[in-house]
């Protein structure tokens, strides 16, 4: 037998029982410089003392015999290999206990009767559900890292209105970490590379996603203080407090923490994507319905705003500017336009546009009358049933919208439905991507064949938007001189294929306006040719100098990352290579879409008069 295959079999023999399995993890997973964190966790998780030390007693031992084997083969690294090969062990001898270790789990969150733990454990599943990620190594178990400080704390300390986070914080991470702990769903240690980590071993996983629905639930509700629209407004400097108090009837302030760490960059981005998440699935119930009734009285709908977190340098969130919000624009050939604003967390209304405005939001609102120059609609705390409409234009222009929106009250819900499916336009993707990033696998992006790593990202992102992707493409200009082009695809819409063309730069020193000027060159050789694209995407680490200015100028869509790609930030760059492209083909699209209606209509109608 090999050594690896006589290592795995001596491991193996360790896992008895349940508890074996639970030692065996919290050896392989919780360890990280030494074994202080194991019997931390193991203390907290209420494992037998005894049967712990003889697991590591034994795993100690095993150590030591393959001393002998790194010396007689260099190529055996006695550290790393006896590690992954005992996590490997580790997390099969769990999973073989799967159900047993489950039915522990659930009886220890059953057991807690302190109503403010039950609801600490509830968001801490919602937050390890929205921030896991595969084990690196290790499919079957996932984690969450933290690049500083404790995220899961620190979010879990914001959410909850903890006002000692800041004096007491330590004592309030240790209780975090005690519960999570004694659950069974998570453990908390800190390695060598990374301040704090969180394992969360196979049985937890289903556990978490049943947690997280009730935390979701609770969180769309918005109760009892409409906390995520108290924490954007907040994150947004402060202002529009008016708007909160207009919807819930109180200030805001009133129901916040005193909450320095929203301020933290990766606290503060997080909130935001939560929300954007939540906004989506409100979005998604109400969007074919309103649509569908529209498109009866002859309005033709398209989205134009779609929630986003933004980089800002004037943001004192940690650098993000939040727009959670959705417009839809609605449209009749020669007769006025009307805007929609979905807006679930109120703390900002959007931009005027000058046409009828409707502000769709959750009900009952508190002084609809604060909204001059909208029609107000009141959605259930659900969003699926329009409870209240309020016009308060009061004008024949705006009479008939404000009817549209009250016919839908007699439903007992607008639920999207098959039979009510959207005829206007939509973009191909809404996706959040933190949905994305949670499934996401490095290892399918590092497989991809590309001469680097931001081609490999871009390539990814087109392929989960639905795209035919090719890779350093060789083909000949219009005078028959090769050029490659870093990244093409295509997709058919109706009887037209759209072509995309993406120059990735992944330098460290970003682009500069003479780099624009060549790559506009570059695309301006494939005309004439069967690669002439509907639409340039220009993807860098950064723009020096005017080069963004420069490339919008000449209709290529620069998207700036930030950073240079590497494997530690790979899902970083994916996440934003993904919600700017995810936004621009689907306007791109939709407007494809339109025209290839429109032409077929025209054909349609000339080919009748024959």
């Known amino acids: 037998m090999s050594?690896?295959?006589?290592?795995?079999?001596?491991?193996?023999?360790?896992?008895?029982?349940?508890?074996?399995?639970?030692?065996?993890?919290?050896?392989?997973?919780?360890?990280?410089?030494?074994?202080?964190?194991?019997?931390?966790?193991?203390?907290?998780?209420?494992?037998?003392?005894?049967?712990?030390?003889?697991?590591?007693?034994?795993?100690?031992?095993?150590?030591?015999?393959?001393?002998?084997?790194?010396?007689?083969?260099?190529?055996?690294?006695?550290?790393?290999?006896?590690?992954?090969?005992?996590?490997?062990?580790?997390?099969?001898?769990?999973?073989?206990?799967?159900?047993?270790?489950?039915?522990?789990?659930?009886?220890?969150?059953?057991?807690?009767?302190?109503?403010?733990?039950?609801?600490?454990?509830?968001?801490?599943?919602?937050?390890?559900?929205?921030?896991?990620?595969?084990?690196?190594?290790?499919?079957?178990?996932?984690?969450?890292?933290?690049?500083?400080?404790?995220?899961?704390?620190?979010?879990?300390?914001?959410?909850?209105?903890?006002?000692?986070?800041?004096?007491?914080?330590?004592?309030?991470?240790?209780?975090?970490?005690?519960?999570?702990?004694?659950?069974?769903?998570?453990?908390?240690?800190?390695?060598?590379?990374?301040?704090?980590?969180?394992?969360?071993?196979?049985?937890?996983?289903?556990?978490?996603?049943?947690l997280a629905k009730e935390a979701e639930e609770d969180l769309k509700n918005g109760e009892p203080t409409g906390i995520l629209s108290a924490l954007l407004i907040m994150l947004n400097g402060g202002k529009s407090q008016d708007i909160f108090e207009a919807v819930y009837g109180v200030d805001p302030n009133k129901h916040l923490a005193n909450c320095e760490l929203c301020y933290k960059g990766h606290v503060s981005y997080l909130i935001g994507n939560i929300a954007i998440e939540l906004a989506k699935g409100y979005f998604e119930k109400i969007y074919g319905v309103i649509g569908k009734a529209l498109a009866e009285k002859g309005f033709r709908t398209i989205i134009v705003h779609e929630p986003k977190v933004e980089q800002s340098n004037k943001s004192k969130s940690g650098g993000y500017h939040y727009a959670i919000y959705y417009t839809i624009l609605a449209t009749r050939p020669e007769h006025y336009n009307v805007t929609i604003h979905i807006l679930p967390f109120p703390y900002t209304l959007p931009p005027k546009s000058g046409d009828i405005e409707v502000i769709i939001l959750k009900g009952p609102v508190s002084n609809p009358r604060y909204f001059k120059n909208y029609i107000v609609v009141e959605m259930d705390k659900n969003f699926?049933?329009?409870?209240?409409?309020?016009?308060?234009?009061?004008?024949?222009?705006?009479?008939?919208?404000?009817?549209?929106?009250?016919?839908?009250?007699?439903?007992?819900?607008?639920?999207?439905?098959?039979?009510?499916?959207?005829?206007?336009?939509?973009?191909?993707?809404?996706?959040?991507?933190?949905?994305?990033?949670?499934?996401?696998?490095?290892?399918?992006?590092?497989?991809?064949?590309?001469?680097?790593?931001?081609?490999?990202?871009?390539?990814?992102?087109?392929?989960?938007?639905?795209?035919?992707?090719?890779?350093?493409?060789?083909?000949?200009?219009?005078?028959?001189?090769?050029?490659?082009?870093?990244?093409?695809?295509?997709?058919?819409?109706q009887f037209l294929t759209l072509g995309v063309y993406v120059s990735c730069k992944n330098s460290k020193d970003g682009i500069d306006p003479k780099t624009v000027e060549e790559e506009f060159d570059r695309v301006e050789r494939l005309s004439k040719t069967q690669y002439i694209p509907h639409i340039k995407f220009l993807v860098s680490s950064k723009f020096k100098n005017q080069a963004k200015d420069d490339a919008i100028a000449k209709d290529l869509v620069p998207?700036?990352?930030?950073?240079?790609?590497?494997?530690?930030?790979?899902?970083?760059?994916?996440?934003?290579?993904?919600?700017?492209?995810?936004?621009?083909?689907?306007?791109?699209?939709?407007?494809?879409?339109?025209?290839?209606?429109?032409i077929s209509n025209e054909l349609s109608r000339l080919t009748s008069m024959r």
């Open 3 to 210: 050594v690896i295959g006589s290592l795995e079999d001596k491991i193996t023999k360790l896992c008895k029982d349940p508890e074996d399995a639970m030692a065996l993890f919290l050896r392989a997973f919780t360890r990280g410089k030494d074994n202080e964190f194991v019997w931390r966790n193991a203390e907290r998780y209420g494992l037998d003392e005894k049967k712990l030390e003889e697991v590591l007693d034994s795993i100690d031992s095993l150590k030591q015999d393959i001393s002998s084997v790194q010396e007689q083969n260099s190529k055996f690294s006695k550290s790393q290999e006896f590690e992954k090969i005992l996590k490997r062990v580790a997390s099969e001898c769990v999973e073989k206990f799967s159900s047993e270790l489950e039915s522990v789990a659930k009886k220890n969150i059953n057991d807690i009767q302190d109503s403010d733990i039950k609801t600490l454990v509830k968001y801490a599943a919602y937050l390890l559900r929205v921030l896991k990620r595969p084990y690196s190594g290790n499919e079957k178990v996932f984690e969450v890292r933290s690049s500083s400080g404790d995220i899961l704390t620190e979010i879990l300390c914001v959410i909850l209105q903890r006002r000692d986070c800041v004096e007491k914080e330590n004592d309030f991470r240790t209780f975090v970490r005690t519960v999570l702990a004694k659950t069974g769903i998570a453990f908390y240690y800190r390695s060598w590379d990374n301040p704090s980590r969180y394992s969360i071993p196979p049985y937890a996983i289903k556990i978490i996603d049943e």
């Open 384 to 493: 699926e049933k329009v409870i209240y409409v309020s016009d308060n234009v009061k004008a024949n222009w705006s009479k008939e919208i404000a009817e549209i929106f009250e016919s839908l009250k007699n439903s007992d819900s607008i639920l999207l439905t098959p039979t009510a499916v959207l005829s206007a336009p939509r973009s191909p993707s809404i996706a959040n991507p933190i949905n994305n990033i949670r499934s996401l696998d490095e290892k399918d992006i590092l497989n991809i064949e590309a001469r680097n790593i931001l081609e490999k990202v871009v390539a990814k992102v087109l392929k989960d938007l639905g795209f035919d992707v090719k890779l350093n493409l060789i083909v000949k200009d219009r005078k028959g001189n090769k050029l490659e082009i870093d990244v093409w695809a295509s997709k058919k819409v």
């Open 559 to 598: 998207i700036e990352l930030g950073f240079q790609v590497n494997n530690d930030n790979i899902r970083d760059a994916y996440e934003k290579v993904y919600q700017a492209m995810s936004r621009i083909l689907g306007e791109r699209l939709t407007k494809v879409s339109e025209e290839l209606k429109r």
